[in-house]
């Protein structure tokens, strides 16, 4: 069974970039979409962006001139990278996995929470 | 941007009663792109139903999805305690594939 786990900073300086990396045990990042959402604290979820595992991408408008998620096949990995964070950055953020020809979010990371905070 | 509305926001029931949960959209959605998720406090979200109407691995057939074009419908027949959670529908039809802002099932 596919398990897939978040790691990286959990403070973040307004301005910089947080970058969190998922990596994935249990299966391959072969033919499937790897997704990143996020959830702020009390509020709903928001669906970041997503990178298929030929490298190909799709970002939600309103993050995508600040968002970079890639791919690391050899590591089983994939990342996300947001630049230019403010306060309202702070979320839990989740890495998700999605099957071919299915449209929906089948295996999800914990979550890890960031703050953005000087 | 599809805007996915869920009502009611909060729904007030007891163990044993029918639960029934609305997602509607702004515009028509394939059924085939319509996903609903749980999510307890303190976890990630668990999909429940892809599909519209398909139940995930592992989920109890106390859960059924339903609806078509704008409206889609969860269900939960009959409700366990671990069922008190908040739900939440998602669409896939175009980017961003955003998510409803969730139904807080409660115990009454």
């Known amino acids: 069974q596919v398990q897939l786990q978040e790691s990286g900073p959990g403070l973040v300086k307004p301005s910089e970039t947080l970058s969190l990396t998922c990596t994935v045990s249990?299966?391959?990042?072969?033919?499937?979409?790897w997704s990143w959402i996020r959830q702020p604290p009390g509020e709903g979820l928001e669906w970041i962006g997503y990178?298929?595992?030929?490298?190909?991408?799709t970002y939600n408008p309103s993050l995508e001139s600040r968002v970079t998620i890639s791919i690391d096949a050899s590591k089983n990995q994939f990342s996300l990278m947001l630049s230019s964070v403010t306060a309202a950055d702070t979320a839990m953020y989740y890495c998700?996995?999605?099957?071919?020809?299915?449209?929906?979010?089948?295996?999800w990371g914990q979550g890890t929470l960031v703050t953005v905070s000087s | 941007e599809i805007v996915l509305t869920q009502s009611p926001g909060t729904l007030s029931l007891s163990p044993g009663e029918r639960a029934t949960l609305s997602c509607r959209a702004s515009?028509?959605?394939?059924?085939?792109?319509l996903a609903w998720y749980q999510q307890k406090p303190g976890q990630a979200p668990r999909l429940l139903i892809y599909?519209?109407?398909s139940r995930a691995t592992g989920i109890p057939d106390r859960f059924s999805g339903s609806g078509s074009g704008t409206d889609f419908t969860l269900t939960i027949s009959r409700l366990e305690p671990e069922d008190f959670a908040v739900y939440y529908c998602?669409?896939?039809?175009?980017?961003?594939?955003?998510f409803g802002q969730g139904t807080k099932l409660e115990i009454k």
């Open positions: 998602q669409h896939y039809a175009t980017s961003p594939y955003t």
């Open positions: 599909g519209a109407s």
């Open positions: 990178i298929y595992y030929t490298g190909s991408t």
């Open positions: 998700a996995r999605r099957s071919w020809g299915r449209y929906s979010l089948d295996s």
């Open positions: 515009q028509s959605v394939s059924s085939s792109y």
């Open positions: 249990g299966g391959s990042t072969s033919s499937y979409f």
